[in-house]
């Protein structure tokens, strides 16, 4: 009893945010929904959550039919928004309270649930929601989403403008969540998170490009992916975006990923293209494929096959 | 780059009441470097950067941005700097045109110059097409684009970048990271924050600060080496909580 999509589309006036979307997440999974800004995620939270209508398509929330049950749905979910959207001037116990009482329930009788993050803004618990630090906020708002001990658990964009020490912090307590039989469906833009999940869908324009485990996802990847260094990162992308075969050339940390449209590509080749144009050090090997490699590649083709 | 320095910090120090949020922080940047300035939520980064640009009074210490005093002239400061960051960048319900416009009205710049330059930007950013459209249907990494090249319509010697790039798409993440090379390239300075640990690779040095303090300030292939470490993402996390 996890969560079921079929042919799910919305549009906002001319703006197609959801383009039948179909997926499912078994019971007790951990799935994240990865793309950036403008895909159409926090529209999809908003339907599953019996916040918003879909203008085609059925969905399924833990065995209960978006429409008909929305009632019942809205008791066993979680849902912690994008925006910050707890009562800033009510304190950290007091928002947890309210909410608690919302669902029928109190602090105690879930408290066992929340504990390990609990605890760590308890000291604060006089303090005005308003006045917490990001990740702070990030913590009680995980932990409302939490009180009335939901099946289901989405959490839109939870990390987005978090560093990356409370984003890994963040991402264990969401592992220790799952181990206690909760489904997850979270969303990211940040691709390096996406390893942490038992699958992932990418999504870009309203359309799932792919779903998979994080593994598959790389490890199908077609695609020989090089890794390019030389004495000048500035110059060697403006080069290779010359160079003849060239299709895609992206910066990536202290490398440029190339990739090349020839299947016979011979990395000497370019290296003695790459000498010639001046380079020095230049350092050409096959990376490993990420996420973020694969999301960019799935993007340009859609955006390709449209235009 | 040049040795010349564009930003030169001494002991810089900000108080609020009880709580010292920056303690005394030293350093410089260079003319057309590229300065990526990092550190966990709330280690005082903005804080920090809020006084560079002129918007904060330092409680003590020293900063010189373009030559000006942050202290005592920092109407200077503001005019040589461009400024931009993820939750101010544009007003969604002007146009293109009409922001350009607005921003190089603020900036002092002639008719003539907005004028000419409004041209170079939209072929530059090829935004011809949407030229006319409200900023507010653009999506976000177009937005950041443009809010990044009209930080520098009025040719700041610096520009500060905050949080430029979260939420955008990984292919207009990297176009925008070209935008700053070429940048830079001219000459521009670049200061600008992150949570993506891969841009910060893509820096000249890198700063991390830790509870108010900087604590480490290198480049990032002898930052990597100095933690014994392979990755940005493991300088950080070495220092932020001392894994």
């Known amino acids: 009893m996890g969560i079921t999509l079929q042919h799910i589309s919305k549009s906002y006036k001319k703006v197609k945010a959801l383009d039948d979307v179909s997926f499912e997440v078994n019971p007790g999974e951990l799935f994240g929904l990865i793309g950036p800004d403008g895909a159409g995620k926090t529209t999809l939270f908003r339907i599953l959550t019996t916040l918003l209508i879909p203008d085609q398509g059925m969905a399924r929330v833990v065995g209960l039919d978006l429409i008909k049950d929305y009632k019942a749905i809205r008791k066993s979910v979680g849902y912690m928004p994008g925006r910050f959207s707890l009562y800033q001037d009510l304190s950290v116990e007091e928002n947890l309270n309210f909410f608690a009482t919302v669902f029928g329930t109190s602090i105690e009788e879930n408290y066992d649930l929340i504990k390990d993050i609990y605890l760590q803004i308890a000291p604060f618990k006089d303090r005005r929601a308003g006045k917490l630090s990001g990740g702070m906020k990030q913590k009680l708002a995980l932990s409302c989403a939490l009180i009335h001990k939901p099946k289901v658990l989405f959490l839109d964009e939870p990390t987005t403008g978090v560093d990356p020490v409370s984003r890994k912090e963040f991402w264990e307590m969401l592992k220790r969540l799952k181990e206690k039989g909760i489904t997850i469906l979270v969303s990211t833009p940040y691709m390096d998170e996406a390893a942490l999940c038992d699958r992932i869908a990418l999504i870009q324009e309203g359309k799932i490009l792919e779903i998979a485990t994080p593994e598959n996802i790389v490890n199908n990847h077609p695609k020989t992916i090089y890794n390019v260094s030389t004495n000048n990162t500035y110059q060697l992308i403006q080069d290779l975006k010359e160079y003849p075969g060239n299709q895609s050339v992206f910066a990536f940390g202290e490398f440029i990923h190339y990739t090349d449209v020839d299947k016979a590509f011979n990395p000497e080749d370019l290296k003695n293209h790459l000498t010639q144009k001046n380079h020095q050090q230049v350092e050409i090997h096959p990376a490993e494929v990420t996420i973020e490699d694969v999301f960019m590649d799935l993007a340009s083709e859609h955006k390709t096959v449209k235009n | ?243």
């Open chain 2, 1 to 243: 780059m040049s040795s010349e320095k564009v930003i030169e910090v001494e002991n810089l120090t900000k108080k609020f009441g009880d709580f010292t949020a920056v303690k005394g922080i030293s350093f410089e940047v260079k003319k057309g470097e590229i300065f990526g300035f990092l550190g966990a939520n709330g280690a005082g980064k903005t804080t920090a950067m809020k006084m560079l640009i002129g918007i904060s009074k330092p409680s003590s210490g020293e900063a010189t941005v373009a030559g000006f005093d942050v202290k005592t002239n920092s109407e200077m400061v503001k005019k040589s700097i461009g400024y931009m960051s993820q939750r101010f960048s544009m007003y969604d319900d002007l146009t293109i045109k009409e922001n350009i416009t607005f921003f190089g009205g603020i900036y002092g710049l002639s008719r003539k110059q907005i004028k000419e330059k409004t041209k170079v930007l939209i072929q530059e950013l090829q935004l011809q097409e949407v030229a006319g459209k409200l900023v507010g249907s653009l999506p976000l990494g177009w937005k950041q684009k443009l809010a990044f090249s009209v930080s520098l319509l009025h040719e700041p010697k610096i520009v500060f970048l905050d949080e430029p790039t979260g939420g955008v798409d990984p292919i207009t993440r990297r176009q925008f990271w070209e935008l700053i090379y070429a940048e830079a390239h001219k000459g521009t300075t670049i200061f600008v924050t992150t949570h993506y640990m891969d841009e910060a690779e893509y820096c000249d040095r890198v700063s991390i600060m830790v509870d108010g303090v900087i604590e480490a300030l290198d480049s990032p292939g002898k930052l990597k080496e100095q933690f014994k470490t392979d990755s940005m993402e493991g300088v950080f996390l070495k220092l932020a909580r001392g894994l």
